[in-house]
Nanobody, 112 residues
Framework: VQLVESGGGLVQAGGSLRLSCAAS????????MGWHRQAPGKQRELVAL???????NYASSVKGRFTISRDNAKNTVYLQMNSLKPEDTAVYYC???????WGKGTLVTVSS
């Protein structure tokens, strides 16, 4: 099983990024998926999750700004991040919640 994130980078405050997580080696559509992040010196936190049925949930800090979605035909989960703030700077990790697999992460840096 592999989860490979992409789409991170440097963006100015107020900008947008879309993260992608491509899953291989498993039946993707039946699993719940999530995005977590870890900022320097802080614990890893759950940012957003999407169930196999498409229900979503968000951390209060990103609600209204971030959108998680999935394309089961492409075995991919996305995180659209809008109105980015410097405090969103972190390494973002894709997570197969159902079977506890993790990607290696992608760095998002938001400059003020």
């Amino acid at each position: 099983v592999q989860l490979v994130e992409s789409g991170g980078g440097l963006v100015q405050a107020g900008g947008s990024l879309r993260l992608s997580c491509a899953a291989s080696g498993r039946i993707f559509s039946i699993n719940h998926m999530g995005w977590h992040r870890q900022a320097p010196g802080k614990q890893r936190e759950l940012v957003a999750l999407i169930t196999s049925g498409g229900d979503t949930n968000y951390a209060s800090s990103v609600k209204g700004r971030f959108t998680i979605s999935r394309d089961n035909a492409k075995n991919t989960v996305y995180l659209q991040m809008n109105s980015l703030k410097p405090e969103d700077t972190a390494v973002y990790y894709c997570n197969d919640i159902s079977d506890d697999y993790w990607g290696k992460g992608t760095l998002v840096t938001v400059s003020s």
